[in-house]
């Protein structure tokens, strides 16, 4: 409602991003439940196809926030890297960097190893190292849309449910088109006094689910443990047997 067009029907547009979030939603469902085939079986080819429905997800969800139609921009991350398809009016691929996304994969990967053999299985950056946190039992961090696994980790032991962190992260994407009604109003404006704004939402996607993401693994759970509706369900998707 925040990005609807000036004339536009107020119900219209209300059904529109409703109808548009629900198909978005229910595709990144879809790929959690390809995570737990890759959980139960073992078998990697499961994760590809989950990731590029998470990311048609997660895409219809940024356009209905965004008052766009559901076709109109695809995106799919690796990483901290954003590759985005314009498919309305002219047809254009762009790349762009999500900063807060960059600044938590250098977190991941102090005194760890980039696990590469890996990271091209799932499409995200893997690192391994030999704790994950000083007194803890964790097999698996996620942060953003980096993973961290201890070194003796292999398989679908703790992958599956860190993966899962990743897309509750990705599926929180539509709060950055709360601010998109500003960027499209006042952006062009401001780029003429600060050109270094302009320069910057060319290279940068400002990733705020990150933000977002990070407050509410906080409130769901605060001990840092294994409660949390958050690790539920990372548990009930990533686990080989259904808690």
């Known amino acids: 409602m925040i990005n609807k067009e000036p004339g536009e029907k107020f119900g219209k547009t209300l059904l529109r991003g409703m109808g548009q979030g629900a198909l978005g939603g229910y595709l990144v469902f879809e790929s959690k ?11 990697y080819n499961y994760v590809w196809p989950s990731k590029i429905v998470n990311s048609a997800g997660t895409s219809i969800i940024e356009n209905a926030a965004a ?10 991350n690796i990483g901290f890297n954003r590759i985005e398809v314009n498919t309305k009016d002219n047809f254009k ?20 190893r980039l696990d590469w053999n890996t990271s091209m299985k799932v499409g995200t950056f893997v690192f391994r190292s030999k704790i994950i946190m000083e007194n803890s039992q964790y097999r698996g961090a996620a942060f953003g849309n980096s993973i961290r696994l201890l070194e003796r980790i292999e398989g ?8 899962i962190h990743t897309y ?13 009604d500003f960027e499209k109003k006042y952006k062009h404006k ?3 006094k ?9 290279i940068f996607y400002t990733d705020y689910n990150l933000l977002l993401n990070s407050i509410i693994s906080y409130i769901a ?23």
């Open 156 to 163: 679908n032991i703790a992958l599956p449910h860190e993966i």
């Open 190 to 192: 401001i780029a003429k």
């Open 168 to 180: 509750q992260y990705e599926q929180l994407s539509g709060v950055n088109g709360f601010l998109f």
């Open 67 to 76: 008052n766009r139609d559901f076709w109109a921009r695809w995106h799919l």
């Open 33 to 43: 439940r390809l995570v737990r085939e890759f959980a139960k079986s073992g078998d």
């Open 221 to 243: 759970n605060p001990n840092r443990d294994a409660s949390g509706f958050y690790e539920k369900e990372a548990r009930y998707y990533g686990s080989k047997f259904i808690p």
């Open 194 to 202: 600060i050109p270094a704004i302009e320069i910057y939402h060319k």
């Open 93 to 112: 691929i762009s790349y762009r960097i999500m900063p807060f996304d960059l600044a938590a994969t250098v977190y991941h990967s102090v005194n760890s």
